[in-house]
């Protein structure tokens, strides 16, 4: 049966309800913007760039507060009797320094106070750069508002109040609502299948851009979120989450046979780190053996920490001894003494893991 002109512009109508249309007004080109490739799509790709899936497992690693770790600062150094440079320049270097970095009675070093926003942030283009690319070369350059203006007077041919102020819900506030010159009946059909090709309809759909939703889009909700974001997690913090990926270490120590005490395993940090527990299998070894660590405390004399024997202060069967290391950047070595020789030399594997603080 042929649906005749006026039935399918009612059903539009019915569909496309004055409650529906209002909603696209809650499109609007800021918050449309805002989905542009340039802006939060760009601002995603950046944060997910920057918290990559390991740097984010890496998060699971921050299992205790960064103040229970050391907090030496210069100023512990500074209170130690002696603080030598390393490598120091000469005398007439440094006093070049000084006068390189003063320079004038007005300071070079002072000038640095000048530099409050960054030089590439200014405009390099002088009076003459504008004026050209205002202006044509065959142009008069004696009045650039004449030239403005005889430019656009072609366009401005009346006054911007003259036209229509109605929008949308201008029209949807009218009880009638019919269209003038429509298009054939065909064409109408086209826009009922075009608007709702299901049952769920694509009118129905437009029941879900809510104002609370596209408000979201606003600048102060989710486009101002993502900048804290990404102002909080700066790439150079994003980096820092690289620094949480553990290093393991292994190796294998060869025990001699003999009853002196004899390092097992030395740890000379290369910067501040948290070690975790050094573990020693201990399974190839047939006599009782002491097992000491040591620490620099003072970074240069090892001191006792702790001592245990081996098997007699473990639990039954154990076959491998786990010992706390401390997390500095200190060195710190585990030593094995046996009570009576064993004969031949023994190897005892051995590993632990770092995670650098620094």
Known sequence: MQIGLGQRTQTLIERITAARAAR????????MAELDAANMPADLDTLLTRLTAARAANLDNLDAAISSRSSH?????????????????????????????????????????????????????????????????????DSIGRLMYDRVRGYLDAAVSSRSSHGPADIWTQATRTLTNPASAQDLANMQVAISPTAGGRAAALDEITAARMAELDAANIPADIDTLLARLTAARAGYLDNLIGTQTAGTYSHPSGTTEQDAVVITPAELGKYEKLVLDMSNLTQTTTVRTYVQVDGVNYRLIDAAEYPTDFPTNAKGVVIELTPSNRTQKVTLQSAVAEGVSRDVPYFYVVRSLA
């Open 73 to 141: 600062g210069p100023a512990d150094i500074w209170t130690q009797a002696t603080r030598t440079l390393t490598n120091p320049a000469t005398a007439s270097d440094l006093s070049n320094m000084q006068v390189g970095i003063s320079g004038t009675a007005g300071g070079r070093a002072a000038k640095l106070d000048n530099l409050d926003v960054l030089v590439s942030s200014r405009s390099s283009h002088s009076p003459a750069d504008v004026r050209q690319s205002v202006c044509s070369p065959t142009d008069p350059v």
């Open 24 to 31: 696209l007004d809650e499109i609007t080109a800021a918050r």
